[in-house]
């Protein structure tokens, strides 16, 4: 009887060790301050000068649905790809990651103490609903 409950205790003790960095990895999503203030303000910036004429805050509350699940690295090649419509990929990689930190500022996503950067784990953030 009391080795059972002390395999049991054993067992509760050790899992979240087992499974803690393999959903760590998984979990991360956009409310886990992914971008900084300062890039969500430079972001806002360029924002007003090459996006903000055909698309407002209420545009990304519409499509918000569809990119739900999908990595925000994803969202970053769409945009690079396609916008501004008259001239796509004309900006910066910075540029369109600041724009990025902007949206989910807006979006009502927290800031944190990490610069959002392409190659530094984007594929990894899942979107999820603000
Ligand atoms: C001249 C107008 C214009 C400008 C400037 C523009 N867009 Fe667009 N954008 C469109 C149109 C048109 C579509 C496609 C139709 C739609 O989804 O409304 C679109 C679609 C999008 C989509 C949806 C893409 C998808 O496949 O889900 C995003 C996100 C987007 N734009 C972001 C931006 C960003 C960020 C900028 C600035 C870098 C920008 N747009 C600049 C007109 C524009």
Partial sequence: MFDRFRTVFAAILLLPILIGPVSQAQQRTVQDGV????????????????????????????????????????FWFTIVAEMPSENPGSLLDAEYTDIIAYILSERGFPSGDTRLERQNGMDGIAIVSP
């Fill in 35 to 74: 971008f900084t203030e300062a890039q969500a303000t430079a972001g806002k910036l360029v924002y007003d000068e090459n996006c903000g004429s055909c698309h407002d805050m209420k545009f990304y509350e519409d499509i918000w649905d569809y990119w739900q699940g999908k990595p925000l690295l994803d």
